[in-house]
């Protein structure tokens, strides 16, 4: 007798499965979940989500009240303006790239995207504790434990403030800038390594320190210094750490003969100039979120940050062409850039006139700063300390001439100059020894922080990264 064999059983089609037999079926399509054990692992996930959301709702549990317009309204404005600041690294690592040489682009790409990787790393784990903590030397020093409370309370939602989440957001991007500045001064010599170390500890202890002494309250705030949103606290702050950084490396190798500066062109000014227009962006959430609230003040400080940037970068232009003969695209970058420094400390108490005369005087100050690191035998490869630090110099005194409120030149004397002043050198003076002190110390573990010199001369991007931005172009255009 013959029996009829059966066809093999084909496999269940998912269309054809039953609503109860349908996930297993999508379980088992998926490669490496059709064993047994594969999916004993999987079902230990909704255990786990469950778990997490059990201690979630218990580290919640306080109740809130209706969630107001304003206090949705301010704090969707700060997660916005953080992601300006953030975006910003984009356009640092644009112009610092651009106006370097191609053989080192993959360097500078690099530092400039690890950055804020590890600004927020930092910063999360003891940083924002630091600068907005409990007072442990009162006026001077800061802390509150590692880490911090994301936990919302009825007050906030009352009183529209800031959750704790979207403030460290918005705190961190500027720690970050912080540390950004750093990368342009030390530029095309500086060992990868060696900048990671000193950007963890620039970002998680002597920026926070320094910063709390205006931003928490501090004795900064006690004598009236003002700094709305950082000419000094971030932008000078972490131009004397890299000037420090640019000093102890040397120059580069080839920008000066005979005491002399020689060019060191950049490989890609377009790039530069899209990394300028991304700051410009940027800054719309550095100055206007620095007002930490939707309110009538922020589209006044967007105006006065714009026409600060415009007179700096008119400034720049024709103060190049009159010195150069013809107009210098590097000078109109960096005028921008100089000119929306150089508002920043005020951007909310001045003039719109006041702002766009600060912008210029930034535009001309850039310039001339330049000039003047290259007679001192000082190699910044893309201007950073002249930007950063001259015009953030400048932004911070122009206060105690143009703030409406307390400036000299409307009436008001000169004790807010004075406390402008003290500011000032305040920060210069920390930023600069606490940073020749930890130089020192990495370059004293590390065997020095400076790349060998057939390194440099190969490239960074080989010597450190091995590979390169532009495998495909000729070695000679480097």
């Not at 269309?15 to 999987?42: D, H, K, N, V």
Request: charged share 10%; proline share 4%.
């Amino acid at each position: 007798m013959t029996i009829a064999s059966h066809p093999p059983r084909r496999p269940r089609r998912l269309q054809e499965a039953s609503l109860a037999e349908a996930p297993l079926l999508m379980l088992r399509s998926i490669r490496g979940l059709a064993s047994q054990r594969s999916l004993t692992w999987l079902a230990c996930v909704p255990l786990a989500l469950l778990g997490l959301g059990v201690f979630n709702l218990s580290a919640h549990a306080a109740e809130l009240p209706e969630l107001t317009p304003a206090f949705l309204a301010n704090n969707l404005f700060i997660f916005v303006c953080a992601i300006l600041v953030i975006f910003m690294n984009a356009g640092f690592a644009m112009v610092e790239s651009g106006m370097c040489r191609q053989k080192n682009a993959v360097n500078i790409l690099l530092k400039n995207l690890i950055v804020f990787a590890l600004a927020a790393t930092a910063y999360w784990f003891i940083g924002y504790s630091l600068m907005y903590g409990d007072a442990v030397l009162n006026g001077w020093l800061y802390f509150k434990g590692l880490f911090f409370d994301p936990a919302v309370t009825a007050d906030m939602v009352k009183e529209a403030s800031l959750v704790p989440t979207v403030d460290f957001f918005f705190q961190v991007a500027f720690a970050a800038t912080a540390a950004t500045i750093v990368s342009g001064l030390v530029a095309e010599r500086i060992k990868f390594g060696e900048f990671v170390v000193f950007s963890l500890v620039l970002v998680g202890f002597i920026y926070p320190i320094s910063g709390s002494w205006q931003w928490n309250g501090g004795w900064l705030s006690e004598i009236g210094f003002i700094d709305f949103a950082g000419s000094s606290i971030v932008h000078s702050f972490g131009a004397w750490a890299g000037l420090v950084g640019a000093m102890l490396l040397g120059p580069r190798i080839g920008k000066f003969a005979d005491g002399k500066p020689q060019a060191l062109p950049g490989h890609n000014m377009a790039i530069a100039t899209l990394g300028c227009l991304i700051l410009w962006i940027g800054w719309y959430g550095f100055n206007p979120g620095s007002v930490l609230a939707m309110d009538e003040t922020v589209p006044y400080v967007a105006v006065t940050t714009t026409l600060g940037a415009a007179g700096g970068a008119i400034a720049g232009t024709l103060v190049s062409q009159l010195r150069g003969g013809k107009p210098d695209l590097t000078m109109t970058i960096n005028g921008i850039l100089a000119g929306l420094v150089s508002v920043t400390a005020g951007c909310d108490g001045f003039s719109m006139a006041g702002a766009w005369v600060a912008g210029f005087i930034g535009g001309v100050i850039v310039v001339f700063s330049v000039a003047l690191l290259d007679s001192l035998l000082i190699d910044d490869p893309v201007g950073a300390f002249s930007v950063h630090g001259s015009c953030g110099i400048w932004g911070t005194l122009a206060v105690g001439l143009f703030n409406k409120d307390s400036g000299l030149f409307y009436g008001h004397g000169f004790a807010q100059l004075g406390s402008q002043i003290v500011g000032v050198i305040a920060y210069g003076v920390f930023a600069a020894l606490t940073s020749w002190i930890l130089w020192s110390i990495i370059g004293a573990i590390f065997g020095g922080i400076r790349v060998t010199e057939s390194e440099e001369i190969e490239g960074l991007d080989i010597g450190e990264h091995g590979m390169e931005a532009y495998p495909d172009f000729a070695a000679s255009a480097k």
